[in-house]
């Protein structure tokens, strides 16, 4: 599922965000990744969705070799991951609705499918009637539900969210971490990267901390395994 | 692609044109203005060369025969010009002829030439040579010249080079014209795309994380900067035709003297719509399209 081999990321002029980091992460787990600002996980995430490319080593998602990929092969290496952001990324102007089948027509989907399966992703993240709401209209923890959504709507393999809970309070975040797992029962593999220890420690089965863009631990692997 | 996609990339084309619609009418504006100097100048130009090739077919070189010439030499200079590839049309003007001119040029003082007649002719033979292309005036005069029987020939050549020489300086000048329209035109475009896109950059990123390709989500803000050239090529379209009529009818009908003499070899506008619709609309299409290219590239780099 995701493959890290030896993979050092460096920015110019000299800063190594990634440091010859190896990690494995199979089909259906759910792993937090955890760590303080300026500990890399912005930049394993940036590599996974191969925002970045790795300076060193080869990153393997979904069957693509990221190192490798050629440019025109990136939107459908993207279309078999869904990714959830701290700030939601909704379009302010169109409706929960809207936003949802944004996504799916910008990858060329036909409206009879986007009218069949807008509705029931709603449904799955129990916004079934606020589906005509502006994200205005809603609060924090039902936008991330729609852009969690939004990340199912190609129904991929891997679910990323970076600091999904970062922008809404305590009690709803739950409500996503919730969700987040219900996804995750039903086979998807869910990477969630935060700095809240606290949730990340009531919900994985596995935890990786970075520091200074190196794993120092990883706790719960299967098989039980502990670096 | 789908129809429905297709339908779907043309409507946010046709969405951020009129959301942008300010900046919208002003590229147009600019747009339209660059394309109606274009349509001038070159409408200009194709005139010029008409006029050019008018005053150049009524350039003749002129071969005198020697008084003395046998009539073989005459006829054998017939066969030469018959099969002359430079040649376009030729007459031959006799003695008699060339004096019966003369006296018709001096009207009512024909009479005083009257005892040139017969035997006294001073006048010479000539044959009148009309070429295809003034460029090879020289050349061909010289050939001329070499025929047995010929006296001397009289070229224009002074006339051919102004009219060469116009016609080389309407061509060049034309192009430097259309070319620096061509960027100005396109810079505007691809500024006007920017703020769009810039506007929409969100969108963008969200796009290229939802994993849309990058020739789909180009496509809205081309069709955006063809719309513009569309609308553009339009109007300078319905500009020019309107102004080349009036011109038209204006020069054919009410000038005189000089101006009058230009309107026999004005280029009647009914052979020049079909080439000025689609150039326009090429012109438009071409910096609508390649303008938006440019002004996308940065923010593809997600």
């Known amino acids: 599922m995701i493959d890290f081999k030896n993979v050092t990321k460096t920015y110019e002029p000299n800063i190594t965000a990634v440091r010859d980091m190896n990690l494995h992460i199979d089909k259906g787990e759910f792993v937090f990744v955890i760590g303080h600002s300026g500990a890399g996980k912005s930049t394993f995430l940036k590599l996974m969705l191969r925002e970045e490319k790795a300076t060193k080593g080869e990153v393997m998602v979904n069957g693509y070799n990221l190192t490798k990929i050629k440019e025109k092969d990136i939107p459908y290496m993207r279309r078999t991951l869904g990714v959830v952001f701290q700030d939601f990324r909704l379009i302010p102007n169109l409706t929960a609705y809207e936003n949802i089948a944004f996504a799916m027509r910008v990858t060329n989907i036909d409206e009879k499918e986007i009218k069949r399966r807008v509705p029931y992703i709603l449904n799955i993240v129990g916004l079934a009637k606020k589906g005509g709401k502006l994200p205005t209209q809603l609060s924090g923890g039902e936008q991330q539900r729609v852009a969690l959504a939004r990340a199912l709507v190609h129904n991929p393999d891997l679910v990323i969210a970076d600091e999904p809970t970062g922008n809404i309070d305590p009690a709803l975040s739950l409500e996503i971490m919730e969700l987040l797992k219900a996804i995750n029962s039903t086979g998807t593999t869910v990477v969630v990267v935060t700095h809240e220890h606290e949730l990340a420690k009531r919900y994985a089965q596995r935890i990786i901390e970075m520091r200074k863009g190196v794993i120092v631990s990883d706790t719960g692997a299967k098989g039980g395994e502990v670096i | ?302």
């Open chain 2, 1 to 302: 692609m789908k129809f429905s996609s297709f339908k779907y990339l043309f409507r946010q084309g046709l969405h951020n044109f009129v959301g942008n619609r300010l900046m919208s009418v002003a590229s147009v504006g600019v747009v339209t203005s660059c394309l109606i100097l274009v349509g001038v100048c070159v409408s200009l130009a194709l005139n010029v060369n008409s006029f050019v090739e008018y005053l150049g077919a009524q350039n003749e070189v002129i071969i005198y025969i020697k008084d003395d010439a046998a009539r073989e030499s005459i006829d054998a200079m017939d066969e030469k010009l018959k099969s002359d590839a430079d040649v376009s049309e030729y007459t031959f003007v006799s003695k008699e002829r060339a004096l019966e001119e003369q006296m018709s040029y001096m009207g009512q003082y024909a009479s005083i030439l009257s005892s040139y007649q017969g035997e006294n002719n001073p006048l010479p033979a000539s044959y009148r040579v009309h070429l295809k292309d003034l460029t090879r005036l020289e050349q061909v005069s010289l050939r001329f010249s070499q025929m047995d029987g010929v006296d001397y020939v009289s070229t224009p050549t002074e006339l051919a080079g102004v009219l060469i020489t116009l016609k080389n300086v309407t061509y060049y000048a034309g192009f430097a014209v259309l070319a620096v329209l061509m960027l100005v035109s396109m810079v505007v475009i691809s500024n006007t795309i920017r703020l769009t896109v810039f506007a929409r950059r969100r969108e963008i990123s969200i796009m290229k994380y939802v994993g849309a390709t990058n020739g789909f989500i180009q496509l809205p803000f081309v069709v955006e900067g063809l719309i513009i050239g569309t609308v553009s090529a339009l109007i300078t379209f319905i500009a020019i035709s309107a102004g080349y009529i009036y011109l038209y009818s204006y020069i054919t009908t009410q000038a005189s003297g000089f101006i009058a003499m230009l309107g026999t070899c004005m280029i009647p506008y009914t052979s020049l719509r079909f080439v000025m619709g689609i150039g326009f609309l090429l012109f438009g299409w071409i910096i609508g399209g390649v303008g938006s290219a440019i002004s996308m590239r940065k923010y593809l780099k997600v």
